[in-house]
């Protein structure tokens, strides 16, 4: 049970450069900012998870640049564990 390996959306098994090129897009569509709170805790989920690569500050599962991600309302966790109380309910 415990030896059960997560497995990302189809939209994040692709290059980097296809996950650049569609992180960019939603940026775009949605540029707001969290909160400095909110960046922190999405952080802090990044930090604690196994998928986070400390040494390039990326995530191995969707490849971005998790202090750059975690700044902006449109992104998301691919695995869904950040909070989203920035979202209106």
């Not at 939603?26 to 930090?47: F, Y």
């Not at 490849?63 to 991600?69: A, G, Q, R």
């Not at 992104?75 to 109380?85: A, G």
Request: contains cysteine; aromatic residues 6%; glycine residues 2%.
């Amino acid at each position: 049970m415990g030896d059960e390996k997560e497995v990302a959306p189809e939209c994040c098994r692709r290059s980097f450069a296809a996950s650049l090129k569609d992180s960019a897009a939603e940026v775009l569509k949605n540029p707001k900012l969290v909160t400095r709170k909110l960046r922190k805790d999405r952080l802090a989920v990044c930090h604690e998870c196994d998928h986070y690569v400390a040494d390039s500050d990326q995530c191995d599962v969707c490849l971005c640049f998790m202090s750059i991600k975690a700044s902006f309302e449109a992104m998301d966790c691919p695995l869904d564990r950040w909070p989203n109380d920035h979202r209106k309910a």
